[in-house]
């Protein structure tokens, strides 16, 4: 058989599956408003996705992933989209971050025992790496974990770790040579957080969410088999999954502009619209088609302009490093532009609501409004977090342009 | 289509490097302008581009051309841009070329194409009137005589009018400036009675010059396409050169900024090497990333043209606007990275930062064109 009819037999078997296996009820996400979903349906199509790896597609079957190549998942991707539905999600920090990692550098038994966790979304995920000490200087960190026996034992605190008052495990950074210099006393550890000495609290943003924890340790015990890697030698693995972390953010950002498939299509021939101008409309008034004030006018076609070519550049970085190689360095100019832009685009919608933004909560005001005037405080966050917009220039200057130090 | 190099076009992009590199350095313009040659380019090396194929890129093989599209064309004028080779590829190879080609009857293809693909023709369209591009902005006039027409009025910053042995005259047969409608294009031979080029000396050195006609009579075979309906070829003229002139400006945003990062990394103030200072890794950085976004959108354009997408000239716009904010950003921060240096006529900074102006202005600049994005937009 060729590769084409193999690939169309993979099509076809996962219509069928697709058709026996998800929920009726979380398909055709946007028009379907009378059938919504229940607790039910949503645990029935995680079974069924984590029965197969769909969760995390491409991961080898052996730690519970897919197994699918490139193009069995793009059809997966393709098939999923055409029945309107997602894949059941998962821990986002062990898909996108754990995983890849593990796979690089952890051991075949760290491998069998936390990857298929993750597909299965038993285990939630979280990040311990930024301290109160030790932000944009991530290799300060301080958090200690001694050896005692078959445990490393930790003291110390994170702050900044996004949902761990959700999360079951965490991977985190410890100090576990305090005499060398500090990138080389780092080591990456993996840890229960259900047990004694653990202390979660949330912490309150200026966008009234409370999406990040500060976390202390008082003689917590990690298993000196979840150390990832060699002692001492967590640094580098810590710097490959910020590469992970750096190529999330810059694709998931809300305004941040994935290509759209509209976009990134040859030959569509459905009229260009910019949201943004379209939700502008109301609040500016038009003439002819045109928005009424020239300035933010012209300052929502320059967003939408940058966030094209921000776009078109994800979608040429993919196919330059169709080679196979992970995210390199130009992961950081995507951190660091999607941040930016995100920010931007809330400034403007900003600009565009004029005083209706200027609520809170309650009455008086739209759902859209109030999430957007959220949303404006909220992206304040995208240049700090998972490295500042000066660390990624940094990066940059450093590994792409080979500034000197 | 994909957005890097196929294994052709990466072929001729060393190629082209190489070639321009060796015969067009930038001492080429210096020379030029240095000596005031009167047509600013050795037609010479134009004929030896022309038996590279580069002449008639866009042209069919039944004129001599190497029928290649964009995607080819922006590799040669992002090479031109690198060292500001001076040569007619906007006038001639892709205005002139695109004129006929999409306008002419056989006749006039016949005549003129494989002159172009050989490298023969030099061809300059004249179409503006004004400072600030305005595509229908066009009063010169071609009123109907017996077996023929009538052309008066001026024209200005006509690229290669000097020395040119044909010229593509925009003007109004019906209507009035501004309207879309009622512009006809004309062949006219300049050595025609009542034509007066005169050579305006531009800041970046290139060939340009102000064109009067003075009642200059000519025939009806003269006139390229139907009458009142040139604005329909003048579009795709405006298109290719739209978008020829971004993968320039690219070019020139390329070049100027990897000579500004090598003096970052080999000059030494307060005994340290400059490019060590934050102040300036940060903006280097930051210039880095608008070339690489520069670069997605003009790749982008050339195809979009080669595949005839449909709402393309958002892309175009969008391409145009870019490329000239990133390149006059990339040569205002080169020059203030080389300190005193940069202000002398001695580095080459200067030249590259009066072409990108130069190619900045030309058919529209980046506010024009975000204007123009934003109504292909719907907004």
Request: glycine share 10%; proline share 4%; aromatic share 8%.
């Amino acid at each position: 058989m060729d590769e084409e009819t193999i690939l169309e037999n993979f099509r076809n078997e996962l219509r069928n599956w697709l058709e026996a296996n998800c929920p009726k009820a979380l398909r055709d996400s946007a028009a379907n408003t009378k059938n919504s979903p229940r607790q039910e349906d949503h645990a029935a199509w995680l079974k069924a996705c984590a029965s197969r790896g769909y969760t995390t597609p491409t991961w080898p079957k052996e730690y519970g992933g897919g197994g699918l190549s490139k193009e069995e998942h793009s059809i997966l991707l393709e098939e999923i989209d055409r029945i309107g539905t997602h894949i059941a999600p998962v821990s986002f920090f062990g898909t996108s971050m754990l995983g890849p990692v593990l796979l690089e550098f952890g051991s075949e038994a760290q491998k069998k025992e936390h990857m298929p966790k993750i597909t299965s979304g038993e285990i939630q995920w979280c990040q311990g790496y930024s301290e109160p000490g030790a932000g944009s200087d991530l290799a300060s960190l301080q958090t200690r974990a001694v050896r005692q026996g078959n445990d490393f034992i930790i003291n110390g605190s994170k702050i900044w770790t996004t949902g761990a008052h959700h999360a079951d495990w965490m991977f985190c950074l410890v100090r576990t040579d305090p005499n060398a210099p500090k990138h080389d006393g780092i080591s990456f550890i993996l840890f229960d957080l259900h047990q004694p000495g653990v202390t979660i609290s949330p912490l309150m943003l200026i966008s009234g969410q409370s999406d990040f924890c500060q976390v202390f340790f008082e003689d917590v015990k990690a298993k000196a088999e979840n150390l990832v890697g060699e002692l001492n030698a967590g640094w580098t693995i810590a710097k490959r999954l910020l590469q992970h972390e750096r190529s999330m953010l810059s694709g998931g950002m809300p305004g941040g502009a994935r290509p759209s498939k509209k976009e990134s299509g040859s030959q569509k021939a459905t009229a260009p619209r910019s949201y943004l101008a379209e939700s502008a409309r109301p609040y500016l008034g038009e003439e002819g088609g045109q928005l009424n004030d020239p300035i933010l006018r012209d300052q929502i076609a320059q967003y939408e302009l940058d966030s094209l070519c921000f776009g078109l550049s994800l979608q040429r970085s993919g196919q330059e490093a169709k080679a196979g190689q992970g995210p390199g360095a130009a992961s950081s100019m995507f951190k660091l532009y999607a941040s930016e832009m995100n920010k931007r685009r809330s400034e403007l919608v900003m600009s565009i609501q004029g005083a209706s933004g200027l609520g809170w909560e309650g009455e008086g005001f739209t759902p859209g409004e109030l999430f957007e005037t959220r949303g404006w405080l909220r992206s304040k966050g995208n240049s700090i977090e998972g490295g500042t917009s000066e660390v990624q220039l940094n990066v940059i200057a450093k590994r792409v342009l080979g500034l000197p130090d | 289509m994909s957005l890097v190099l196929s294994e052709e076009q990466h072929l001729l992009k060393q190629t082209a490097a190489e070639f321009i590199s060796e015969h067009s350095p930038i001492t080429h313009l210096r020379a030029m302008r240095d000596t005031a040659d009167p047509i600013g380019f050795s037609k010479d090396l134009w004929k030896e581009m022309a038996e590279l194929g580069w002449t008639g890129i866009l042209l069919p093989e039944q004129y001599g051309g190497s029928e290649l599209g964009m995607a080819e064309l922006g590799v040669l004028l992002e090479e031109c841009g690198r060292t500001l080779a001076p040569y007619p590829f906007l006038s001639t190879a892709v205005m002139g070329a695109t004129a006929i080609a999409l306008g002419g009857n056989e006749k006039q293809k016949s005549n003129i194409l494989p002159g172009i693909s050989s490298g023969e023709q030099i061809v300059a369209v004249a179409f503006q009137e004004n400072p600030r591009f305005a595509p229908y902005a066009i009063s010169t006039s071609a009123r109907p005589s017996d077996d023929g027409f009538i052309l008066s009025g001026q024209k200005a910053w006509v690229w290669d009018a000097c020395g040119a042995d044909q010229l593509i005259v925009a003007a109004r047969t019906s209507g009035e400036p501004g309207d879309r409608r009622g512009i006809s294009l004309f062949l006219v031979e300049p050595s025609c009675q009542g034509i007066a080029i005169t050579k305006t000396q531009m800041v970046d050195s290139r060939n340009s010059a102000r064109i009067e006609f003075d009642d200059v009579i000519i025939n009806s075979e003269a006139l390229v396409g139907e009458l009142n309906e040139g604005a329909e070829i003048l579009d795709a003229v405006y298109e290719r050169c739209t978008t020829a002139l971004a993968a320039e400006l690219f070019g020139i945003s390329q070049e100027i900024f990897e000579r500004t990062l090598e003096y970052l990394k080999t000059r030494e103030q307060f005994g340290t090497l400059i490019g060590t200072f934050q102040a300036l890794k940060h903006r280097a950085a930051d210039l880095f990333c608008e070339v690489e976004l520069t670069h997605s959108i003009v790749l982008e354009a050339l195809r979009a043209i080669d595949e005839d997408r449909p709402y393309r000239e958002r892309l175009v716009s969008a391409a145009k606007a870019r490329a000239s904010d990133t390149a006059s950003r990339v040569c205002r921060e080169a020059l203030q990275m080389h300190g005193g240096i940069g202000m002398t006529d001695e580095v080459d900074i200067g030249l590259f930062m009066k072409r990108a102006k130069a190619a900045e202005i030309a058919l529209g600049d980046s506010s024009f064109h975000r204007n123009r994005f934003a109504e292909v937009t719907g907004f």
